[in-house]
């Protein structure tokens, strides 16, 4: 497996900007090759390793929306204040100004007084937030533990023990008895007197469920005073296989609060749960909690600040049989709990959200004057038996004078005037929607009229990858689907090409050997040697001095070559783009479909330092494309992908992105409606409508919110995909 290009097309098909911001250090990719590594015996895909990347750089990322170990709905990606309604993000230089921090080196000392391992470590400081601050112990350049401590009392919030993830052996954890005991020992050297007002609760199994921590005996406490147990004052020891200490968390006086306060809203919340993992995130704390309620059930769980606000919190049931009994609440059972939870958790705010579909329950949305605030948006999802199983809320709100007066927005006029520039012309070879039933195993192509080539267009939801800037008018684009950026480019060259006759094939690895050596020169060392086959595919895969992939892909069935690639030659980066390009245009031809005529641009990636997902070579991806048209198969996806060393301007790779390699005769385009008649009916099925966005284009969080002028059907239409056909000029929906 190659790894380096498995992680790649994770993020490709996850979106590539939801980790641009990502710092990529040693230990990130350590962490990451180390989860990759550790399941190869369990002959893992594809999904895993996206999964497996997702939570790798979940809990490094800086100034993401989504952090800690939660996957998050796509209409779920807002916080805002859920019990403290008012409660704002304070900054930690004004919020200790007159107060005396504690350094990291003095909050550390007693954990490594304790473990001697981490003695000799250095520290980095990842982040502060919210009074509490986000440490990485390092050895070398390995991080060894993840800290996260009090910066005005220096109280130790939790800590993982990293340990050497993907070269351990699977081993077995020890009995509760030898946790129980090796984590009381711990506790009294490193809580000294205080250790004894805790009483042991539970010892059990803790396995992320992402697999990016080895399992541990997590070994569960209670505060005891006067005979009783204190509510939600809590604390854990995780015992790993060599019976030493992996990890120390425990709920500090705001998160007891917090919690105590959302059992307003969930009566059975049990002030006796389990703290099973604890981590700093990027604005609070996430934690994975054990016996949260009577059906003893954990949940995952992310609160804002040092306990100001609920942000997600998902119920994790013991597993698949379990999780098929619960039945989900509908109609307007639904209706009436998700309200009152809402209620409940938000007070008087809660009267600013409005569900979004009247035919659907589950996600709500909120106005603002009467107008949608954009990602400003509640998920929630509740059991029959009226359990909370889900709820996502992010992004704080904005202060009622951050939002710019409607009065300064430009007419509805010069907006639709602004869409009628951009509408644009798309061929679908296999589009997502049929004008018609299917014929044999084919789907009918498609030629349409949609604003955006980059995304699939649909009814009212969540997300502007496009809209119109009311302040000046002018349209703004965002990438893309899979990192797609054709509607930014703008370019609308389309670049002949003379496609080949038949696929180069490859049967063999004495074919594949013998391909590597004529088009880059190398010859390989047979003892890397591997083969992998995999969603219709097959690699013959060597890995030179370095460990870096050299490879060919092919069509399992027909022996097509739709990959190829070999390592940069060294990391100076002295090709300029236009060299480059030449280069790629000049490759391309020989390895793309029989048939292909012309492609056009649809994505430049920019030569830098090489990472976990990026070679940090220059990359050209292409779109097919029919008379200056852009083609795409069923998605808005890439065709082709060439890379080009920008130390020696030759070209490195070579990808065919295409779910399908036939190609269909497509729709003529000169007789089709006038471009005013396909704005016409865009806009009888999509009107615009003035909202405020609190994201731009590519998801980040803007200063103040933004007026705007985006799409938005009526309810009956909300979240159904949306087809113009240009010939016919009529609405296809689905």
Request: proline share 4%.
């Amino acid at each position: 497996m190659d790894v380096d290009k498995q992680m790649r097309e994770a993020v490709r098909s996850a979106s590539e900007e939801s980790v641009k911001e990502v710092r990529f250090t040693k230990e990130m990719e350590l962490r990451i090759r180390g989860a990759i590594a550790k399941n190869k015996y369990k002959n893992r895909n594809r999904i895993f390793v996206a999964g497996s990347l997702a939570a790798c750089l979940a809990v490094t990322a800086v100034g993401m929306h989504q952090q800690g170990w939660f996957p998050q709905l796509p209409s779920g990606k807002n916080v805002t204040n859920a019990i403290a309604t008012t409660a704002t993000k304070t900054n930690n230089k004004e919020a200790n100004q007159n107060s005396v921090m504690v350094s990291a080196e003095e909050a550390v000392l007693p954990l490594k007084k304790v473990i001697p391992a981490l003695s000799k470590m250095t520290i980095r400081v990842d982040r502060t937030s919210y009074g509490i601050s986000d440490l990485m112990l390092l050895e070398g350049d390995n991080a060894r533990a993840k800290v996260a401590y009090d910066i005005q009392t220096g109280q130790i919030e939790s800590f993982t023990i990293n340990g050497d993830r993907g070269e351990q052996k699977e081993g077995k954890l020890p009995s509760a008895k030898t946790a129980e005991n090796a984590a009381s020992a711990f506790l009294q050297a490193f809580l000294g007197e205080e250790s004894k007002t805790y009483q042991l609760v539970e010892t059990q199994i803790y396995s992320d469920e992402h697999m990016v921590k080895d399992p541990w005996m997590s070994v569960n406490y209670q505060r005891i005073e006067n005979g009783q147990p204190v509510p939600f004052d809590v604390m854990s020891v995780g015992i790993d296989q060599r019976e030493q200490v992996a990890f120390f968390g425990r709920l500090n006086k705001s998160e007891q609060a917090f919690f105590a306060k959302l059992t307003d809203a969930m009566p059975d919340l049990s002030p006796s749960l389990l703290l099973l993992d604890k981590e700093k995130n990027h604005d609070g704390m996430s934690f994975i909690l054990g016996k949260t309620n009577k059906e003893g059930h954990q949940v995952s769980l992310v609160i804002t600040g040092n306990g100001q606000a609920l942000e997600h919190y998902r119920l994790l049931f013991k597993d698949e049989k379990e999780a098929k009994s619960q039945k989900r609440a509908e109609g307007a059972k639904a209706l009436e709990q998700e309200r009152q939870f809402l209620n409940k958790l938000l007070g008087a705010d809660s009267e600013n959200y409005r569900l979004l579909d009247a035919n659907h329950p589950g996600l709500y949305l909120r106005y603002y004057n009467g107008m949608p605030v954009l990602s400003d948006e509640i998920s929630i999802e509740t059991t029959d038996s009226g359990h909370l199983e889900y709820f996502n809320k992010g992004l704080e709100s904005f202060e009622p004078s951050q939002y710019p007066d409607v009065s300064t927005a430009v007419s509805e006029e010069v907006a639709i005037k602004e869409l009628s520039e951009h509408m644009k012309l798309r061929y679908a070879q296999n589009p997502r929607i049929q004008p018609q039933s299917k014929q044999g195993d084919m789907w009918q192509p498609i030629l349409e009229y949609t604003p955006a080539v980059s995304f699939m267009q649909r009814g009212r939801e969540d997300g502007q990858e496009w809209y119109i800037d009311a302040t000046n008018g002018k349209m703004v684009y965002g990438t893309g689907d899979n990192g797609l950026a054709y509607d930014q480019l703008n370019t609308k060259e389309a670049h002949p090409i003379e496609s080949p006759k038949e696929y180069v094939k490859v049967r063999s690895k004495d074919e594949a050997k013998a391909l590597l050596q004529a088009e880059f020169g190398i010859q390989v060392d047979d003892s890397t040697y591997r083969e992998s086959n995999r969603d219709g595919r097959k690699e013959y895969v060597w890995n030179d001095k370095n460990d870096k992939y050299i490879g060919v892909e092919v069509l399992a069935e027909t022996g097509s070559v739709v990959g190829l690639g070999t390592p940069r030659s060294d990391t100076a980066v002295t090709v300029k783009r236009e060299q480059a390009e030449e280069a790629a245009l000049a490759f391309l031809p020989k390895y793309v479909d029989p048939g292909i005529k012309e492609v056009q641009l649809a994505k430049v990636i920019q030569p830098d330092e090489a990472n976990p997902v990026s070679s940090g070579e220059w990359e050209f991806r292409y779109l097919m494309s029919k008379d200056g048209i852009p083609v795409q198969d069923r998605w808005p996806k890439v065709a082709y992908s060439v890379t080009v060393d920008p130390s020696s301007g030759k070209v490195t790779k070579f990808e065919n992105y295409r779910e399908t390699h036939e190609l269909v005769e497509l729709p003529a385009s000169d007789e089709i409606v006038s471009k005013d008649k396909a704005v016409e009916a865009y806009l009888r099925v999509m009107p615009l409508k003035l909202v405020y966005l609190m994201r731009d284009v590519d998801g980040q969080k803007i200063a103040q919110p933004k007026l705007a002028y985006v799409p938005w059907s009526d309810e009956k239409l909300a979240f159904k995909y949306i087809t113009l056909d240009a010939v016919t000029g009529k609405i296809i929906t689905k």
